[in-house]
């Protein structure tokens, strides 16, 4: 199906054209539809339908876009959608009159009326409403996609939502469960004492989350800004000021991979309570997830991707090191030592990020990250996270190297995050400097130092308990989508006419029209070549294909790491992880793999082979340059 996208006037097709002509014609007579500034109706199609008894024989006035025509002669029919649904217009000659009548004929599908008639049954007993008069409100110049029976490609659905749900009328239902469930969630927390405050969306520090922000310049200011990150720091600030119960809903923006379950910005609440603890939020957490099911959707068992899942309150709930043992068979919680640790990981296929310390805890939530996770498919609580991953939570009197925090999973997906709040200002500094020797060893999504945070702290925080919860997951797992992409009205898409790549390209052009490229190889160090003969055979084991790239997505909590879907020519994807490049840029690209090599685990995914890059070093700095060859050759080709 081509792109449903608006045409430039040159370009109109003929019923485009058609339909601006029939605008003119009406402009000419001086019945302008635009100029129509209000219809007051006074019915729906479901509330006709639901209580048919009540509107039979009544005149009603409906109003919403003609989604079908049928008939001919001096008797038509239409169904005409509203906010609420469709129902059927029956239209004569007689009720409306011939002049009337007429000029609804050349109405088109998609154009937008008010009608006004008497609500009855047609011999096949289909509630209709019999038209004595018909407004035309708005005139739609643009034909409705795929020839009226739905707009099915999903990409266009995406980029024209307002098509989408005009076309896909059931896809309005995800987004009325979306506003239920926020409504559903305010009342809970408001019952409960809550405040719903704001806090902003634009600071001078991007606190709050491990995360890479998007950056924006305040020109007045003239200084660098940050878009949030997260909510928590304000928050907690406002706990200090006394303020014991407080919650937002808010949009965060996050300058990372897309994803099924991830989009550069989402919505999400979070919460603090004074005097309460991370048992508390649990309790929180699971109170809002069950009522919502039972109360809104009917029933505590919902399917999501393919999943049974059952909410009925009494969520298990695992410490990591529990959860570890149980589905990985390593016992954490006899191992002291830091290298240990680090070895027990590696034995079972866990490496820990390049960035990371070689620790106990670091070990241990790499072993779960990759290895458990994706057991957890009813809803579980996991408890007592390493102190390495979690800056801004209270240690275990119990176990110093561990915290008092959870994050809950429902198929295989986090859904929330809590703690017991450090409040600790001595502590909190300590592990902000942590987080800042992070940084510099080049994870940029590590915790900034915010000296104003830590002030707040010196002036005392009570006990707190916090939460946050990403409500577009919740939805995704309420109306059972399975993308994220299907419960945001306006998922962030990549424009199609992407005016920057043209501008490169001319500039480019221009270029290569002046004067060949001249490339400074003069720094440039390369690798001795390797001395050891190799046979022909030994050579030709290494399977070398063409493959092209299907997909590409960053690895979730991986710095450098892309997943890579690939056609190889057999008719079955193959993922490959390799290094970190720009995805977007990459699909349908064609690359070189090496196909035959057994699969590795890497972040708890297999790859099934290895993508050729050239390597050099210029100037201390290692280069990487992923292979690519001419787009004819076919995937699957071999290479000799």
């Not at 805890?361 to 979690?390: R, W």
Request: some cysteine; hydrophobic content about 40%.
């Amino acid at each position: 199906m081509a792109k449903f996208v608006p045409q430039p006037e040159l370009s109109l097709n003929d019923q485009m054209q058609i339909r601006r002509e029939k605008l003119a014609a009406l402009q000419a007579e001086g019945r302008d539809p635009f100029v129509q500034t209000k219809f007051d109706f006074n019915a729906d199609s479901a509330a006709i339908k639901a209580d048919y008894e009540a509107f039979e024989g009544k005149t009603v006035k409906v109003a919403g876009r003609l989604m079908s025509k049928r008939g001919q002669g001096k008797v038509m029919f239409c169904d005409l959608q509203d906010r609420a649904g469709r129902i059927q217009i029956f239209v004569k000659i007689d009720e409306l009159g011939e002049e009337e009548y007429n000029r609804f004929k050349k109405y088109d599908i998609g154009d937008i009326v008010g009608v006004e008639g008497e609500v009855f049954k047609t011999k096949t007993e289909e509630i209709s409403i019999r038209a004595k008069i018909v407004t035309l409100l708005s005139k739609s110049l643009l034909p409705l996609p795929n020839k009226f029976h739905g707009l099915t490609d999903k990409e266009a659905r995406f980029r024209q939502r307002y098509v989408d749900l005009m076309v896909n009328p059931e896809v309005k239902r995800n987004f009325v469960i979306r506003s239920k469930f926020i409504k559903h969630l305010r009342n809970y927390l408001d019952s409960m004492g809550y405040i719903e405050v704001e806090t902003p969306v634009l600071n001078t520090i991007a606190g709050g989350a491990a995360a890479r922000p998007f950056v924006t310049h305040h020109n007045t200011l003239d200084i660098d800004m940050y878009m949030r990150i997260a909510t928590e720091l304000p928050l907690k600030r406002l706990i200090v000021g006394g303020m014991d119960r407080v919650y937002e809903v808010g949009r965060i923006f996050r300058n990372e991979g897309m994803d099924p379950k991830h989009n550069p910005e989402f919505t999400t609440v979070e919460l603090y309570q004074a005097y309460a603890d991370f048992h508390d939020m649990m309790d929180i957490a699971e109170g809002i997830y069950t009522t919502f099911a039972k109360e809104v959707m009917g029933s505590y068992e919902l399917e999501w991707m393919g999943e049974k899942i059952d909410l009925t309150p009494g969520w298990p709930r695992l410490t990591m090191v529990e959860a570890v043992k149980k589905y990985v068979g390593v016992d954490f919680g006899v191992i002291t030592d830091d290298a240990e640790a680090v070895a027990a990981a590696k034995a079972v296929g866990v490496e820990l990020a390049d960035a990371a310390e070689k620790t106990w805890g670091n070990a241990l939530y790499a072993c779960f990250d990759q290895k458990v996770e994706e057991h957890l498919v009813q809803p579980t609580f996991i408890t007592m996270y390493p102190v390495e991953v979690s800056p801004l939570t209270k240690k275990s009197p119990e176990d110093p190297r561990l915290t008092e925090r959870f994050e809950f999973f429902i198929n295989r997906s986090e859904m929330g995050n809590a703690y017991s709040e450090l409040n600790d200002p001595i502590d909190q500094r300590e592990r902000f400097m942590k987080q800042v020797e992070q940084r510099e060893r080049g994870d940029d999504e590590t915790e900034m130092l915010d000296e104003d945070f830590l002030t707040a702290l010196e002036y005392g925080m009570p006990p707190t308990g916090g939460m946050g919860m990403g409500i577009d997951r919740c939805v995704m797992l309420m109306t059972g989508a399975d993308t994220i992409r299907d419960v945001l009205l306006f998922p962030t898409m990549k424009p199609l006419d992407a005016p920057k790549s043209e501008k490169k390209s001319e500039a480019a052009a221009q270029t290569a029209s002046a004067a060949p490229e001249k490339i400074d190889f003069s720094k440039v160090e390369i690798e001795p070549l390797f001395t050891d003969f190799v046979d022909f055979d030994t050579f030709s084991r290494s399977d070398f294909r063409a493959v092209k790239v299907l997909a590409c997505e960053a690895v979730p909590k991986s710095k450098k790491l892309l997943k890579f879907t690939l056609d190889d020519g057999t008719g079955t994807a193959r993922t490959i992880l390799s290094g970190f490049y720009e995805p977007e840029e990459l699909v349908g690209k064609t690359l070189i793999a090496i196909t035959n090599l057994p699969p590795r685990a890497m972040m708890g995914i297999d790859s099934c082979g290895m993508l050729l890059s050239a390597i050099h070093t210029e100037e201390g700095e290692e280069k990487l340059h992923l292979l690519m060859v001419d787009p004819h050759i076919p995937a699957g080709a071999k290479l000799y």
